[in-house]
C-alpha cells in the first residue's frame, strides 16, 4: 500500500507522522503558517516556517493528487477495464506522470485511426505479425479485406487493399506501444539523460532579436540547463526569435526519417520482442517501431520535458523572487527619522515630498534642478528650506530616470548646508508609480497629486522599507529573475506567502500600522483589517491588545491568530509590546509569582531570565520551546529583527557608466540576485553583474548564501562595454581585469584557473565571459 499523505510528507520533511499531522490539522482549522510556526511549537515538534511553508505546498499536491486518482479509478471501473493489477498499480502511483501514464490507454479521446482499425477487425493482423515476424505481411493483410461498413460510432471505410489492413494494423502496435506506462517511464529517463535542448535563430531574425544571440547557436543537455537560460529559451520561441526543440545526444539534429535506429527505437523493440533477423515482417515490425518513437512516443515526451523543463525553471525563477523580495521587505529601516523624497525627473522636474518621523507627510513640492530649465542655485535653495525647517536628517533618492544627477544635488546640498546633517541614500524605486495610482494612495493621499506620491512612497520606503513595500503588489517591486515569464497564480502565492513571513516575523504596531500592512498579519484580511483603521479612527488608538476584541468583525479565532503578532505600544502591560501572546500571560504572571517579581521590573533583565529554567514552569498546555520563546521575548520585547540601517557610499566623479575604469574598486547596494549572480547599483545609472564565480574565493552554489538585495558591498571593475551597457564587476578584490582581446577561459585563468574548472561544472555559462552570456539573461 502506498503510504498515508503523512507519512509522505514526513519522510520527505524528514520529520516524524505525529508533527505532520498536527500540522496539517492546525492548517485545516485555518492556522497560518507564521502562527503555527510561533505559537503552536509543542503541537508540531517544532517546525519551522521553512519546513511547514514546504508542508503547505506538497500537501496541496498530494490532495490534488488522490483527487485525480480517485476520479481515473471511478472512469476505469466505468468503463469495465480494471484488473487486479491494473488497481494495484494505480493506487501504488506516486505522482501525476506515473498516474497519467497508467490512465492513457482508458483515457477518453477522439476516436482514435487505432479505433478505426480495431473495429475493421485489424487487431487479429497485428496479434499475428508481432507474435510471428515469419508470417508475410501483404500475403497475411489479404486476409482482412472487407468492403466500407457502418457502426454505431460512424461508418467505416472497410479494408479496401493489402495496405489499407498493414497501415491499420501499425496504427494498433503504435497505439499499444506507446501507451505501454512501464516503457513510457524507462524512456522519459533516458530521455531525461540523454536529451539536448538545442536553439537555433529563425532566418531573418537576427537583427530583431539581439538580445538572444547567445542561443542563436545553442545546445546543452536538458538536465543541466539553469532556469535562466531555460526561461530565456522560452521567451525567444515565444516572441519568434529561437527555434527550439529536443534531441537525442546521439544524434546531430533532431531525427531524419531515413536516419539509423536510436537507442529509444531500441528498446521500443526490446520491450515487444522485436528484432531484425531478416524474417518476413521484420522489417514492417521495425518501421512500426520507428513509426511509434517519430510520431507519437518522442512528441509526447517531448512535449511532457519540454513543459516540465519551463515549469522546474518557473519554479526556481520564483524561488529568486521570493528570496530577492524577502531580502528586501526585511532590508533596515532608517526609523523614526525626518526625510525627504525625491524622484527624479528631467523635462517634469524632481518631485520632493518631506515626511515625519511617523511617516506623516508635512511638505511637497516640485524642483526643476536639470534640463531644459537647470534651475540649480534655485532647486538648492528649496532644498535647503525644506530640510531646515522640518529638521530633515535622511534624504532618499529614487534610482530611476535622472537619479545620479539627482543624487549629486542632494550631495551638493550637504556640501552647501554641512550643519543640518543630512545623509543621503538612493533607493529603489520599483513599484512606486503602481502605489501612486492605486486605490490606496488615492485613499491615503487624497488630495496630492500623483506624480507627488511616488516621492513620498521613496522617503517612507527608506524609513520603512516593510511598512511600505507591502502597500503594493509584490510583482511589481521588480527584484525578480522573468517574472513575467512565469505562472502567475503560483507566483502570487508564493510572494503573498513571503510578505506574510516578513510582516509577522517583525510585528505590527496597531495604531500606526495602514491598512495593507494590518491585513497581511496572521488571521487578518483586507476588509477585517480597514475594520480595524476605521475603528481606530473613530475611538482613538487601542490601549490594549484586549481592545481588538471590539473591533466589529474580528473574532475569537481571529484573535487568536493575529494577536501575538500586534503590537500596542502605550499600553499599561509591556506584555502587549511584546510577541508573547495573550493566551500565555497566565503562564508570565505564574512566572513572576514563583520570583516574587513584576513584569516591569523583570523585562530587560538578561541575568535573571537566563537564570530561569523553563522546564520548571512546563505544564500540558505550555511545553518548554513557548517557555524558552517567552523568557527570551521579555529580555528585549518586540526586537526587531532587522539589521542595523547601513548606507553605501558611491565614489565622487563615477557618475556615468564612461567613467568606470577596469580595476576600479567601488562601494555599491545589491539591487538583485539571480541563479547566474548578482546585481550591483554603483551608481552609474546601469547595474553591473558580479558572476557566481566572482562572488567569492571559494566555491558558490547558490549566489543567495553569499549576498542579498539591498546589502552594501565592494566591487571590483573587470570590463566594461559601454555600448551594450555591460558592466562586469568581482567581489574577490585581488581579482584582476582581463587582458583586452583574450577569450573568457584565458580571463578567468588570469584569477583563478581551478575556480573556472569548478565552476564550469555547476554553471556551464561563460565564466567572466558574464559579458555574454549571464548579461543576456537580466530581470525579465
Known amino acids: 500500500m502506498l503510504p498515508s499523505i503523512e507519512q509522505r510528507l514526513a519522510l520527505e520533511l524528514a520529520a516524524k507522522p505525529v508533527q505532520v499531522a498536527a500540522a496539517v490539522a492546525l492548517l485545516d482549522e485555518g492556522a497560518t503558517v507564521p502562527f503555527i510556526a510561533r505559537y503552536r511549537k509543542e503541537a508540531t515538534g517544532g517546525l519551522d516556517d521553512i519546513q511547514l511553508r514546504l508542508l503547505e505546498e506538497r500537501l496541496r499536491y498530494l490532495r490534488e493528487l488522490e483527487v485525480r486518482r480517485g476520479a481515473i479509478l471511478a472512469s476505469i471501473e466505468e468503463q469495465g477495464k480494471m484488473t487486479p493489477a491494473l488497481l494495484q ?20 479521446k477522439r476516436r482514435t485511426k487505432a479505433q478505426i482499425a480495431a473495429e475493421a477487425g485489424l487487431t487479429e493482423l497485428a496479434d499475428a505479425l508481432l507474435g510471428n515476424p515469419e508470417l508475410n505481411p501483404e500475403q497475411e493483410a489479404d486476409k482482412y479485406l472487407k468492403p466500407a461498413f457502418s457502426t454505431d460510432n460512424g461508418d467505416n471505410p472497410g479494408v479496401a487493399d493489402a495496405k489499407a489492413a498493414l497501415d491499420g494494423a501499425r496504427q494498433i502496435l503504435m497505439e499499444r506501444f506507446s501507451e505501454d506506462a512501464a516503457l513510457l517511464q524507462a524512456l522519459r529517463e533516458y530521455l531525461t539523460e540523454h536529451g539536448v535542448v538545442e536553439s537555433k535563430v529563425v532566418d531573418g ?48 539534429e533532431k531525427p531524419k526519417w531515413d536516419a539509423p535506429h536510436n537507442p529509444c527505437e531500441g528498446r521500443i523493440a526490446a520491450r515487444f520482442g522485436i528484432s531484425n533477423k531478416n524474417r518476413s515482417a521484420d522489417k514492417w515490425l521495425s518501421d512500426t517501431v520507428r513509426w511509434s518513437w517519430r510520431v507519437k512516443v518522442f512528441m509526447h515526451l517531448e512535449t511532457e520535458l519540454m513543459t516540465k523543463l519551463r515549469e522546474t525553471a518557473e519554479v526556481e525563477a520564483i524561488n529568486v523572487f521570493a528570496r530577492n523580495l524577502k531580502a528586501l521587505l526585511l532590508a533596515a529601516p532608517a526609523g523614526p527619522r525626518a526625510t525627504m523624497g525625491l524622484d527624479p525627473g528631467l523635462r517634469t522636474g524632481v518631485k520632493v515630498a518631506v515626511i515625519d518621523a511617523t511617516g506623516k507627510v508635512v511638505d511637497t513640492t516640485a524642483i526643476y534642478p536639470h534640463q531644459p530649465r537647470n534651475d540649480w542655485d534655485g532647486s538648492l535653495h528649496t532644498l535647503a528650506q525644506l530640510a531646515e525647517k522640518h529638521k530633515v536628517s535622511l534624504i532618499s533618492i529614487g534610482n530611476g530616470t535622472a537619479s545620479r544627477e539627482t543624487d549629486k544635488l542632494a550631495q551638493d546640498l550637504i556640501k552647501l548646508r554641512p550643519e543640518l546633517k543630512l545623509t543621503k541614500i538612493v533607493v529603489s524605486e520599483a513599484g512606486a508609480s503602481v502605489y501612486s495610482a492605486s486605490e490606496f494612495a488615492s485613499r491615503e493621499l487624497p488630495d496630492m497629486d500623483v506624480s507627488l506620491r511616488g516621492a ?11 511598512a511600505e513595500l507591502v502597500k503594493i503588489d509584490p510583482k511589481s517591486i521588480g527584484v525578480g529573475q522573468y517574472q513575467h515569464d512565469v505562472g502567475q497564480t503560483q507566483l502570487a502565492r508564493s510572494l503573498d506567502a513571503v510578505v506574510e513571513d516578513c510582516v509577522n516575523a517583525v510585528g505590527v504596531d496597531v495604531n500606526t500600522a495602514s491598512a495593507p500592512l494590518l491585513a497581511r498579519v496572521s488571521g487578518l484580511n483586507a476588509s477585517v483589517a480597514q475594520s480595524i483603521v476605521t475603528y481606530r479612527d473613530m475611538k482613538g488608538m487601542f490601549t490594549s491588545r484586549a481592545g481588538l476584541r471590539e473591533v466589529p468583525r474580528l473574532g475569537e479565532k481571529t484573535f487568536e491568530q493575529a494577536a501575538g503578532f500586534l503590537r500596542v505600544m502605550n499600553s499599561d502591560n509591556p506584555l502587549d509590546g511584546s510577541a508573547v501572546h495573550p493566551e500565555s500571560y497566565p503562564l508570565v504572571e505564574k512566572i513572576l509569582a514563583d520570583i516574587k517579581k513584576d513584569v516591569k521590573g523583570v523585562i530587560g533583565d538578561d541575568k535573571l531570565l537566563k537564570s530561569l529554567n523553563p522546564a520548571k514552569y512546563a505544564d500540558e498546555k505550555f511545553g518548554v520551546p513557548t517557555i524558552a520563546d517567552i523568557l527570551k521575548e521579555l529580555e528585549k520585547p518586540g526586537r526587531d529583527p532587522r539589521p542595523e540601517f547601513t548606507t553605501a557610499t558611491f565614489k565622487d566623479g563615477v557618475e556615468e557608466i564612461r567613467d568606470l575604469r ?3 574598486i567601488l562601494e555599491g547596494v545589491v539591487t ?42 565592494k566591487v571590483k571593475v573587470l570590463e566594461v562595454d559601454e555600448k551594450r551597457k555591460r558592466i562586469a564587476l568581482t567581489m574577490r578584490l585581488t581579482d584582476n581585469a582581463p587582458v583586452a582581446g583574450a577569450k573568457p577561459e584565458q580571463r578567468a585563468d588570469r584569477n583563478d584557473a581551478k575556480r573556472l574548472s569548478q565552476q564550469k561544472q555547476a554553471a556551464p555559462a561563460p565564466v567572466n565571459g558574464a559579458m555574454a552570456a549571464a548579461f543576456a539573461k537580466l530581470k525579465g
Open 205 to 252: 531574425k537576427q537583427d530583431a532579436g539581439e538580445k538572444f544571440a547567445d542561443y542563436f547557436d545553442y545546445s546543452e543537455t536538458i538536465g543541466t540547463i539553469p532556469s535562466h537560460r531555460a526561461l530565456a529559451l522560452f521567451r525567444g520561441r515565444r516572441e519568434e526569435i529561437l527555434n527550439v526543440v529536443l534531441r537525442l545526444d546521439t544524434e546531430e
Open 662 to 664: 577596469p580595476d576600479m
Open 89 to 108: 498499480a494505480i493506487s501504488l502511483a506516486e505522482d501525476k506522470t506515473r498516474l497519467e501514464d497508467l490512465y492513457l490507454p482508458y483515457k477518453l
Open 456 to 466: 513620498v512612497s521613496i522617503a517612507r520606503r527608506l524609513q520603512d522599507p516593510l
Open 672 to 713: 538583485n540576485v539571480a541563479a547566474f549572480g548578482a546585481f550591483v547599483d554603483i551608481g552609474v545609472h546601469q547595474d553591473g553583474l558580479v558572476h557566481i564565480s566572482a562572488l567569492s574565493n571559494t566555491f558558490v552554489k547558490d549566489p543567495h548564501s553569499v549576498v542579498k538585495a539591498g546589502q552594501v558591498v
